[in-house]
């Protein structure tokens, strides 16, 4: 039963990683993280695409050696988490505490992105 959910969550965040690689303001390489993370539960044959794809597989393998995150990829998570912040704030009527919760949990994952280690990722 747990192979069947893997590989189903698997495809979800592949898709939504290959959706992030088109929109700016939805990450790329968190979601093939998972997805890769899935694949190694359930199919060895994604996952062996998934490391070696000619677009994603780069970074994949860095994360997978070194737990590295490249310069860029870095500067476009943190970007977005704050460009979305700002138009939660510009566009969203919500409670302060939410505003507050949203800028913590975004503050966490940008902390967690910037001490990974950097590696220069061709």
């Known amino acids: 039963m747990r192979k069947p959910f ?21 990450p790329t390489t968190v979601f093939l993280i998972g997805a890769l993370y899935c694949f190694t539960q359930s199919s060895p044959r994604l996952e062996f ?20 995150i490249s310069k ?19 566009f ?8 507050i919760c949203v800028a913590i949990f975004m503050g966490c994952g940008a902390y967690f992105v910037l001490t990974r280690p950097s590696l220069v990722v061709h």
Not at 79 to 88: I, P, Q
């Open 49 to 68: 695409w998934l490391v070696n794809h000619p677009r994603f597989g780069s970074s994949l393998q860095a994360w997978r050696r070194h737990g590295a």
């Open 92 to 99: 969203a009527s919500m409670p302060l505490l939410a505003y």
């Open 72 to 90: 860029k990829v870095k500067c476009i998570a943190c970007c977005s988490m704050l460009l979305s912040f700002a138009g939660l704030c510009l």
């Open 6 to 26: 893997y590989l189903l969550c698997g495809f979800v965040l592949t898709s939504l990683g290959v959706v992030g690689a088109f929109l700016p303001v939805m």
